[in-house]
């Protein structure tokens, strides 16, 4: 119980972190591919993208020379996490499909789009994708609100508000011939 003449502490401010969801956009590719019921092409084109991406995100070098798999031999660093699994499992359903015009696949919709989710999660690898302002801050993806602390404040002043200020008063008359 707080006694009457102690002053009660302030409330705290809240600050609400408000993640907006995005799409990368080979995502959103593959889902139209998807629809058109073009799952061999899907993989086709959203393996090479999102090995690139990885090569991008965590600045791997991926020359033109290097092989696939060489790639996922060497690229693994401990920062990548769950990354180098998801690739070798990505890369599996990627190879058989690489050249072979007829080639067909028994990986379904679903998995496809939880694969390229379960890669995109990685927080540098949707990193790539947010946009930032002219000012140089993320806001089209990512937006922070600081919520005042409720209590009493100071009624807010017209240039507070961010409407015009109040008309200046006129200048007596005779002021300009002294």
């Known amino acids: 119980m707080a ?4 002053k009660p502490e302030p ?3 809240e600050v609400v972190e408000q993640i907006e969801a995005i799409e990368v956009p080979v995502v959103t590719e593959v889902k ?3 629809a058109k019921g073009e799952v061999v092409d899907a993989i086709r084109y959203s393996y090479p993208k999102a090995a690139e ?8 070098p991926f020359p033109p020379g290097m092989t696939h ?3 996922l031999r060497r690229g693994s660093r401990s920062e990548m996490g769950h990354l180098p699994e998801f690739f070798r499992r990505f890369y599996e359903w990627y190879s058989p499909l690489r050249y072979g015009p007829t080639a067909t696949t028994d990986v379904d919709s679903e998995a496809l789009l939880g694969m390229l989710g379960s890669i995109y999660t990685h927080r540098a690898m949707w990193y790539l994708y947010l946009q930032s302002t002219e000012e140089g801050v993320v806001t089209v993806k990512s937006r922070t609100t600081v919520r005042p602390a409720p209590g009493p404040e100071a009624p807010p002043t017209p240039d507070d508000e961010g ?3 109040p008309p200046a008063e006129p ?3 005779g002021a300009d011939d002294a």
């Open 69 to 71: 798999e060489e790639f």
């Open 53 to 60: 991406d990885l090569a991008r995100a965590f600045k791997q």
């Open 3 to 6: 006694s009457w003449w102690k």
């Open 171 to 173: 200048e007596p008359a």
């Open 11 to 13: 409330p705290q401010t």
């Open 163 to 165: 409407g015009p200020s």
């Open 32 to 34: 139209r591919r998807l």
